[in-house]
């Protein structure tokens, strides 16, 4: 069945950084875009970034856009988002998400997506 494993979560200082990763099988991984989203607590799961099938395009929210980068191995079948800079309102369990196989265009919406990690926990001390 299909998998993805999100690590690489923790506790960071703010201005800091940490990269998370997350880990698919089960499915043809080039095929889908994939996508990060979060959750804190008292707020609404939110989008973070996402990337196309082909990593040739990416987008993010507002919120991170500049500080955050989405990439992708397919040779590893792994995705990764490099989170440079974190600020306390990131603080958040961070879900990765596959979907939308071979769109164009990278999905910004929680429905597009299948298939979602069990998340791994960012905590940003100040």
């Known amino acids: 069945q299909v998998q993805l494993v999100e690590s690489g979560g923790g506790l960071v200082q703010a201005g800091g950084s940490l990269r998370l990763s997350c880990a698919a099988s089960g499915l043809t991984f080039s095929s889908y875009s994939m996508g990060w989203f979060r959750h804190a607590p008292g707020k609404e799961r939110e989008f973070v970034a996402a990337?196309?099938?082909?990593?040739?395009?990416?987008d993010y929210a507002d919120s991170v856009k500049g500080r955050f980068t989405i990439s992708r191995d397919n040779s590893k079948s792994t995705v990764y988002l490099q989170m440079n800079s974190p600020k306390p309102e990131d603080t958040a369990v961070y879900y990765c998400?596959?979907?939308?196989?071979?769109?164009?265009?990278?999905?910004?919406?929680?429905?597009?997506?299948?298939?979602w990690g069990q998340g791994t926990q960012v905590t940003v001390s100040s």
């Open positions: 990337t196309t099938w082909s990593g040739g395009s990416t």
């Open positions: 998400a596959a979907g939308s196989p071979r769109s164009p265009v990278p999905p910004t919406i929680a429905t597009r997506y299948y298939y």
